[in-house]
């Protein structure tokens, strides 16, 4: 926990620093930056070749005119590609962010969506990017990380950024705030009651927070409720600067730029604690403001005797080092600003299943690499992953692995991304795997066909029986479960038909489902056990696949239930696609009335209401979800296979999005909503994956999910090659408790040695002993995401011993 006491001497540095007089009353802190989306509504060659490369030119000449001048880049991406345009650029780039004038506000790639890419996939996105740096001779290693456009954030995000070396963080799309252009209603319906905006506007009245989990990870954070562009009409008049509707001209008088500074200064200084105000100025695309500093003097001169207020040009890390002086003033929330939009959570599925794809091939492949038998090859081949890795972390983007891009962007560029990325990480570990892996010696262990669950089948019923449960699935009912008991027990374990796919009329996009804005519907129109369907029984390696096919809004799909006698898990396939305008969710009536829902996102385990904002209200889910009925002593589970959507709804129904393909936000059927410009269609069939579980008494951590989540991440639909590769990789690294998974293994990026990335799978703080089978380690140590040594660990002859300090830990050892 960090110390929350005032530092005076500190904040006196800090004000002489950056030039504000030691007794001003009020400091407006104006940060400049421009946020540019590396492919949403363009490609990334149009959008740099367009804005970015003019937008740089210029905020460079600008810094260099002017030595007091601060512009603030927020991701690598396109500095990146500039660099790589403008050779003869490089060393003001390089000398300029040396000195802190060309300002970070993050390491990562991209400015990342922080609710659907892994964990491991957003800490990666940090590395690289502050590796690039490294490489190219840049020092500055940002302490601030900056979503500036995210929709919405993980709950976890304190624990992400403190595992990386993070300290500050900014947002500013959160639930129940309101944005121009994106609802056909007033600003005065906003915040929406019980939603985090209106905690922080109307109850905390503060724009600057101590964000905690419940962990104990923390942040200093700021949200800026009036959007990431509020202050881009300084010096201009007119609606805005933005590129896709700019609409200004300047407008530099010394009272016109009193008035838009007062303005600002009154709009926030309600919501402040401290004597410090923060506008941001960067809105997409919007070129450097001309002349700032000479603005902001000009305002100083003139009215700061007066107004006791001052404006000072700086950066966002500058403005909370200023307010973490007054640290002691700040709420301390452990905050979910989600849901904020929804639709995104499942647009695009087969994009998205890219996304994650190319991520678990490079860790595969890094694994596989360090494997005893691969030593020599293990320096090249990680060289050559570093590309792709960049190309990863590119994806994580917030209208990227979202989906929220238009077909001809998603398509023509994203999807090429990631189709090459995809086939190159294949080849090397085509390239890694030793025949050994392959060879039925090593391939698990396979059941006897006596040890398949049993099955009878009569007058269009099938019932299975397992050590665990007894199904009946009916053909009456399409297909559906229509009963499950767990053995010598009386009382089921459902309430209706269950794994129904059920089709909804949904009239919203990329971004959002249709009941989430005024105008939109979400509308059950069709589901499978509305009529019989025919079910197909088939005997497989080690268990029983049940297998039906449904057509639902014109759409053809087909779904498989899949049990085996070692295991209480039922797997459920469904492969297909929507109808356009629609959404089709897996229906499991389990009847649970539980009041809190428990899931993992990035960064760890959080528990939600099951109604927040949206009804029903889809969360966002990374691997687990549990509902959970103390009354009568049982629950159910779901393990995705890849990161999805799920809601409870009020009679104690369950639904997860399997196929979505919802095209273009639309009011009332007509009207399209400003700010979500792009229209995606999915053209694609998609495999949806999912277990099931039903849980008996106690919370989650009582019933294991986070390792049940890892045995239902090995579907039984995977290959023997697939199974002989995972546990190969696997077995590279591992740890002496089943609630401490190994995330990631790969040589170091910097310094020497082998990096090992772990994750907690409980609340409280976890022991572990880590080895490298095979391997001696000499010496380990303690460090960040971003591999800078925090400490040395203890080394024994049966490996690493550490407690975790978080839900993270990332170890360098030396072998």
């Known amino acids: 926990m960090v110390d929350t006491a005032p530092d005076p001497a500190c904040e006196q540095t800090l004000r002489r620093r950056l030039g504000i007089p030691p007794d001003a009353a009020r400091v407006l802190v104006i940060a400049e930056s421009s946020h540019w989306d590396p492919n949403w509504l363009y490609t990334s060659e149009e959008y740099f070749t367009r804005w970015v490369s003019h937008n740089l030119d210029q905020a460079l000449a600008a810094l260099l005119q002017d030595p007091r001048r601060i512009y603030s880049i927020e991701c690598m991406f396109f500095l990146r590609l500039y660099w790589e345009r403008r050779p003869h650029q490089q060393e003001k780039i390089r000398a300029l962010i040396n000195e802190g004038r060309l300002r970070l506000t993050s390491s990562g790639v991209t400015t990342a969506d922080t609710l659907l890419p892994s964990t491991e996939a957003i800490l990666r996105d940090l590395l690289v990017g502050q590796e690039w740096l490294r490489a190219q001779g840049m020092v500055q290693e940002p302490h601030l990380a900056y979503f500036t456009d995210s929709f919405g954030s993980s709950p976890a995000l304190p624990a992400l950024l403190q595992a990386a070396g993070f300290d500050q963080a900014a947002i500013t799309r959160i639930d129940g705030m309101y944005f121009a252009g994106s609802d056909y209603e007033l600003p005065g319906r906003f915040p929406r009651p019980g939603s985090s905006a209106a905690q922080l506007l109307q109850v905390e009245r503060s724009l600057d927070f101590v964000w905690r989990t419940a962990g104990g990870a923390e942040v200093l954070c700021h949200w800026n409720a009036f959007t990431y562009g509020q202050g881009d009409m300084l010096g201009y008049w007119g609606p805005g600067r933005t590129y896709l509707f700019p609409l200004s001209i300047p407008d ?22 401290t004597p410090y105000l923060f506008c941001p100025i960067g809105m997409d695309f919007v070129a450097p403001t001309p002349d700032l500093v000479g603005l902001l003097d000009g305002y100083n001169r003139l009215h700061y005797p007066q107004s006791g207020l001052w404006a000072v040009n700086a950066g966002l890390d500058d403005y ?166 767990r053995p010598g027990a009386e009382a089921p374990l459902l309430a209706a038909v269950s794994g129904d796919l059920v089709s909804y009329r949904d009239t919203g996009g990329l971004w959002r489902m249709g009941h989430e804005y005024r105008g939109g519907a979400l509308r059950e129109v069709a589901r499978a056990s509305g009529r019989p369907a025919r079910i197909e029984v088939r005997p497989t390696e080690g268990g029983l696949e049940i297998a039906s096919t449904i057509e639902l809004a014109g759409q053809t799909l087909r779904r498989l239930f899949w049990l085996a006698n070692d295991t209480p898990l039922i797997w459920v ?92 936000e639309r009011a009332w059927g007509l009207l399209p909503i400003p700010a979500l410009p792009a229209t995606g269609h999915e053209r694609r069939e998609h495999t949806f994956e999912c ?23 090995a579907s039984p639909w995977d290959t023997a090659e697939t199974r002989a590769l995972r546990e190969l990789a696997a077995s590279v690294a591992v740890t002496g408790t089943p609630r401490v998974a190994v995330r990631a293994v790969k040589p170091a990026s910097r310094g020497q040695g082998i990096i090992i990335r772990l994750e907690a799978a409980s609340a409280a703080p976890e022991p572990a002993v880590v080895a490298l089978p095979g391997r001696t380690i000499r010496q380990a140590f303690l460090c960040d995401a971003r591999e800078r040594d925090i400490q040395p660990l203890t080394v024994l002859p049966d490996g690493i011993h550490l407690t975790l300090p978080g839900a993270i830990a990332t170890i360098r050892a030396l072998i």
């Open 252 to 273: 530099r008088s010394g009272r016109s730029v009193a008035r838009r500074i007062e303005r600002l200064a009154a709009q926030l200084a309600p919501l402040s604690r």
């Open 573 to 664: 396939r469904v492969q297909g696609r929507a109808a356009p305008g629609h959404a089709v969710m897996l229906r499991f009536a389990a009847g649970i009335a539980a009041g809190q829902l428990v899931m993992d996102a990035p960064g760890g385990v959080v528990a939600r209401p099951w109604r927040k904002g949206y009804d029903p209200t889809f969360w966002p889910v990374q691997r687990f979800w549990h509902a959970q009925d103390s009354a009568r002593g049982h629950g159910l589970a779901l393990f995705l296979a890849q990161p999805g959507a799920i809601a409870r709804r009020s009679d104690g129904r369950c639904e997860v999005i399997a196929v979505r393909n919802a095209t273009r």
């Open 320 to 485: 909370l080092s200023l307010v973490a002086c007054h640290r002691s003033r700040l709420p301390v929330l452990a905050l979910d600003p989600n849901p904020y939009w929804t639709g995104f959570y499942t647009a695009r599925p087969t994009l998205k299943g890219q996304c994650h794809e190319l991520v678990d091939l490079l860790l595969q492949a890094e694994r596989l690499a360090l494997h005893p038998a691969n030593q020599l090859a293990a320096p090249t081949i990680s060289h050559g992953l570093q590309e792709l890795w960049w190309l990863a972390a590119s994806a994580n983007h917030h209208d990227f692995i979202t989906g929220t891009a238009p077909d001809r962007v998603a398509e023509g560029e994203q999807r090429i991304w990631l189709e090459r990325g995809i086939s190159a990480a294949r080849k090397t570990i085509t390239q890694l795997a030793p025949q050994a892996a392959l060879t039925p010696g090593d391939e698990p262990a396979r059941q006897r066909p006596d040890d398949r669950p049993q099955w009878r089948v009569a007058s269009g019923r099938v019932e299975v029986q397992t050590p665990f449960l007894t199904l009946e699935l009916a053909e009456e009912a399409g297909g559906g479960i229509v009963s499950a008991r």
């Open 691 to 713: 277990a099931l579980l039903f849980t008996g008494a106690g919370d989650w951590q009582a019933n294991a999910l986070p390792q049940w989540a890892e045995r239902a991440a």
